[in-house]
């Protein structure tokens, strides 16, 4: 079975830009989730979609935003970019059955 | 909301060494206790996870025990070689969520 895909692998925009990233989780699984990693803050919950709805949300702002597509797969987008934004954004496909998350290899977002 | 903690941040080991990760967890509705091993340039990979309804689960070379009354689980890691180094998340969830709490890491490392 193919893992998370997560696309590009390698992200370099300047502060005001937007971004969109992508993920494709894993046959079969219909809920993902992203993340964000910082050295600073650790791994933070962004939000949650299931079946094209976002289901939950973290504690970020609106300029944080996602959807996902009836074949599952999910994007995320960030509007006017800030320099703090630069992080390892990180997409889970979570099991349909029991609550286990499987990574993607993330998308290393550089915000000059 | 969950608080997870996680020590040390920092645990350094000789190649054949025994290697323990400790963590605490506030909520007493967790009941889903995941194990993450990042490597560098690469997502969280599950490596091993407990449920509350268990007390310790062993695979090969490394183990997981929980104690829910004190809310402390640890992983344990035997025989440590070098490929184990990298950088260990806890984790903790409630009920079916799909939204964990994680530890802030460890940066595990094996010197040969």
């Known amino acids: 079975k193919a893992g998370v895909t997560q696309t590009p692998r390698y992200l370099i925009k300047t502060r005001g830009q937007q971004v969109t990233l992508s993920c494709s989780p894993i046959?079969?699984?219909?809920?993902v989730s992203w993340y964000q990693q910082t050295p600073g803050q650790g791994l933070q919950f962004l939000f949650e979609y299931f079946s094209e709805t976002q289901r939950n949300k973290g504690n970020f702002p609106g300029r944080f935003s996602g959807r996902q597509f009836s074949n599952s797969r999910s994007e995320m987008n960030v509007s006017t970019l800030e320099l703090g934004d630069s992080a390892l954004y990180l997409c889970?496909?979570?099991?349909?059955?029991?609550?286990?998350?499987?990574f993607g290899p993330g998308t290393r977002l550089t915000v000059l | 909301g969950e608080n997870v903690e996680q020590h040390p941040s920092t645990l350094s080991v000789q190649e054949g060494d025994s290697a323990v990760i400790k963590c605490t967890y506030s909520?007493?509705?967790?009941?889903?206790f995941p194990w993450y091993k990042q490597e560098l340039g690469k997502g969280p990979q599950l490596i091993i996870d407990?449920?509350?309804?268990?007390g310790e689960k062993k695979d090969q070379r490394i183990a997981v025990t929980l104690n829910k009354t004190a809310k402390h689980f640890s992983l344990h890691i035997t025989e440590t070689q070098p490929e184990d180094s990298a950088v260990y998340f806890c984790?903790?969830?409630?009920?079916?969520?799909?939204?964990?709490?994680f530890g802030r890491g460890t940066s595990l490392i094996v010197h040969p």
């Open positions: 889970a496909s979570n099991h349909p059955e029991v609550n286990e998350q499987f």
């Open positions: 984790a903790a969830t409630s009920g079916g969520s799909y939204i964990p709490t």
């Open positions: 046959s079969g699984h219909r809920s």
């Open positions: 909520d007493s509705a967790s009941n889903y």
């Open positions: 407990i449920r509350s309804n268990v």
